[in-house]
């Protein structure tokens, strides 16, 4: 015979919860809070969770824990309903016509953000990035949606215990700590950030959270005489003084003592700041006049000082952080701030109330770093990208540099140049050609250090590198110039693929008509022409199965008079001539067309060439005698016929390639002088020489030449081999 369930009195009355809302907020609508509590109650009404309590007892302590933070009604209410949609079959028609339209919408954005998990096969990792793009969406529409989600996570944290699978536990332990924990330190959350990370930790790493537990209470209980004796001492030091403040000594949380621990590489024994002493007083002034008390009285620890009053960080922490030798001389950590920017550094967004006045949170100052994450949304071609991209803004600790009029912007330990112009603005970023630091101008890769001022140098003409994506470092950043190199890259694939469908139905005497390109796109079940366009240019559809499919769905079919019509001759006409990025031009290659060449040969204007497709990069020249050439013998599809264009060779073009020479030389004291005097007559310049092997007699080395074309490099070599100390020379 099946048991009941045991009775579990719940925490709060109705008019419990009501009364502590109305604590902060007159204006409160108790018989609303009441009315959404009876509602989200009987919903539950026979749901338990694995503790075995009644699952009400859930949406009540998230909405006990909004309470604490100061959220408003409307959240409260959020809080009470945000699992009756998704768990007990009731619509956000009803929830709307019950408690109005605001607390429908935030129940929906709470609700669809319910099933984020980090998983590390690859289809569940695009579930969980693409569920982080919807919450970034939804907190950018009403931040409350991720304040009553924060509350909604600190509670299964608390309570992740009674889940009896391990991996579960881990798995969600890991989502908050990458995830959520670093959110709530982003809207200045202090308090909600350590109670995440705490029963994160806890769950992630057991072992090493038990083991400091005991040695943080072994050492409290030793240190409490030595705690209160500091305390004393500040405040017989600030009494005497004249200050109303407070003063508290508290142990630092587990999970930052093992992050000092690991990045230290220190034991526990050997931390010198496991608690830290905060003095609170009234004003901003009197934390500047306390700090030069204190530094006046106890010897200041070098490099430890930080003034967060001056410069917040981004999420508005504002705070005087210092070291000094205590009255036991032991190092002691002291925060410096007021009541207000105390309450601000434990609440963050949650002390204030403008995330309720009406202002889109993404035009705020104060939340700059959400515009960020919006911007890094825009620019991020897939989900998974977008939350790699976005942990890396929000893992880094960060510097503060300046504009040149003054306006602070906050970046990550490391940040170049490129990475401040994308913090000032998308189209900064963009056009970026140089920088000055301090007024020097500075290489774009140098990275900055705190309070530097940061002028940018930009071109309407200019473009990114794809060199950038090498050194830049903030998500920001990164997924701007990835995007731009991954545009630039379609464009290019899809004018080749374009050139090679015209190519394949030239070969098959067919007209590339909208209507015969249309069936190669259905065939293929692609979504239009330019995808089809795109396939082709990259070698994931190649010209033997463009033939084949023109031949067996379209050879047989007659030409309409429409297809007539249509068809022109530039349908199929291919264009012969190329310009590279070096200006010249190639025959047989199409325009836009991404061209490298093979480094294994070197190719030079007036020698024979061939073209190689390579699959997702466009084309690779190669020497005619190119030894390499061998691997691609069964493969002729992706062979093009190409060759210099008569006029390039004839004026030996305006850029220059670099060819490598093999040199075996006698050992004399004229060798060097007599090899490089050729080479410069001959206007051509050595980039790099490499000595392979040395004996009394004799020197063999590599010598990399830049020329302009192949005629110019036979001359050099044939100038370089009548030298009576030269024995041999040959292209390596």
């Not at 079959?89 to 953000?113: H, M, P, R, W, Y």
Request: aromatic share 8%; proline share 5%.
């Amino acid at each position: 015979m099946a048991t009941e369930k045991p009775e579990h009195p719940l925490p709060l009355t109705p008019r419990d919860l009501a009364r502590l809302v109305k604590a902060y907020d007159p204006y409160c609508d108790e018989q609303l809070v009441v009315k959404a509590y009876n509602f989200a109650q009987q919903a539950h009404h026979g749901q338990f969770r694995a503790s075995g309590e009644p699952f009400f007892t859930h949406p009540l302590a998230v909405a006990e824990i909004a309470t604490t933070l100061k959220l408003d009604q409307t959240s409260i209410v959020t809080a009470l309903l945000h699992d009756v949609v998704e768990d007990c079959n009731i619509s956000l028609q009803e929830i709307e016509q019950e408690f109005g339209a605001e607390v429908a919408k935030l129940v929906d954005g709470v609700t669809k953000l319910s099933n984020i998990k980090i998983k590390r096969d690859q289809t569940a990792a695009l579930a969980q990035a693409e569920n982080f793009r919807k919450l970034v969406l939804a907190t950018s529409q009403d931040l409350r949606v991720l304040l009553v989600k924060l509350c909604d996570r600190m509670h299964n944290m608390r309570t992740l215990g009674f889940l009896p699978k391990e991996h579960k536990r881990k798995k969600i332990s890991l989502e908050t700590k990458e995830i959520f924990a670093p959110l709530a330190e982003r809207l200045g959350m202090q308090r909600v950030h350590d109670d995440l990370m705490l029963h994160a930790f806890k769950n992630l790493h057991p072992d090493a959270y038990d083991a400091i537990e005991r040695r943080k209470k072994l050492l409290f209980e030793k240190k409490e005489d030595t705690v209160g004796t500091v305390v004393s001492a500040l405040n017989d030091l600030l009494g005497k003084a004249g200050y109303k403040s407070q003063v508290t000594g508290r142990e630092k949380s587990t999970p930052s003592i093992w992050k000092k621990m690991k990045n230290k590489n220190l034991p526990f024994e050997q931390l010198s700041d496991i608690i830290a002493f905060r003095i609170l007083v009234e004003t901003t002034p009197q934390c500047y006049q306390v700090l030069g008390l204190i530094h006046s009285t106890f010897p200041v620890v070098p490099g430890r000082f930080k003034d967060y009053i001056s410069t917040p960080k981004p999420n508005n922490y504002q705070s005087l952080h210092t070291s000094v030798i205590g009255p036991n001389k032991n190092t002691i950590e002291i925060q410096i701030r007021t009541y207000e920017m105390h309450r601000t550094a434990e609440m963050g967004i949650a002390a204030h109330w403008e995330y309720k006045q009406g202002r889109g949170v993404a035009d705020q100052k104060t939340f700059r770093w959400l515009r960020e994450l919006l911007d890094i949304l825009d620019h991020s071609t897939t989900p998974e990208e977008f939350l790699e991209h976005t942990k890396l803004e929000m893992y880094q600790d960060q510097v503060f540099c300046f504009t040149p009029k003054g306006e602070i912007i906050a970046l990550p330990h490391g940040a170049t140049p490129v990475d401040f112009a994308y913090a000032v603005h998308t189209d900064v970023g963009n056009r970026c050609v140089g920088a000055k630091i301090n007024g020097r101008i500075v290489p774009l890769r140098v990275a900055i250090s705190n309070g530097d001022q940061i002028e940018i140098i930009t071109s309407k003409n200019h473009s990114p590198s794809p060199a950038w994506e090498r050194f830049v470092i903030t998500g920001k950043a990164k997924a701007c110039v990835k995007k731009y190199i991954a545009e630039k890259q379609r464009t290019q694939y899809t004018e080749l693929g374009r050139n090679l469908i015209q190519m394949a139905f030239k070969g098959a005497k067919l007209p590339a008509s909208e209507a015969n390109v249309k069936v190669l796109t259905e065939h293929f079940h692609l979504k239009d022409q330019e995808e089809l366009q795109a396939r082709v240019g990259m070698g994931r559809i190649t010209p033997p199965q463009l033939a084949s499919v023109i031949q067996t769905h379209i050879g047989d079919k007659k030409e309409t008079k429409e297809e007539k019509a249509t068809a022109s001759p530039e349908d199929f006409k291919l264009k012969q001539v190329t310009k590279t990025d070096g200006g010249l031009s190639i025959q047989g290659l199409v325009p836009g067309l991404a061209i490298h060449y093979a480094k294994c040969c070197h190719p030079l204007p007036g020698e024979r060439i061939v073209g190689i497709i390579v699959t997702g990069k466009g084309v690779r020249i190669h020497t005619f005698d190119c030894p390499n050439l061998q691997q691609f013998s069964a493969s002729p599809d992706r062979w093009i016929d190409v060759q210099w264009s008569d006029d390039v060779i004839a004026k030996k073009g305006e850029a220059f390639f670099i060819s490598r020479l093999k040199l075996l030389m006698e050992n004399t004291k004229a060798m060097f002088a007599s090899i490089t005097g050729v080479i410069a007559a001959e206007n051509a310049n050595i980039s790099n020489l490499k000595i392979i092997r040395r004996t009394e007699s004799f020197f063999e080395m590599l010598v990399d030449v830049e020329v302009k074309s192949y005629v110019q490099l036979s001359q050099i070599m044939a100038i370089l081999r009548s030298l009576e100390h030269v024995i041999s020379i040959e292209r390596a």
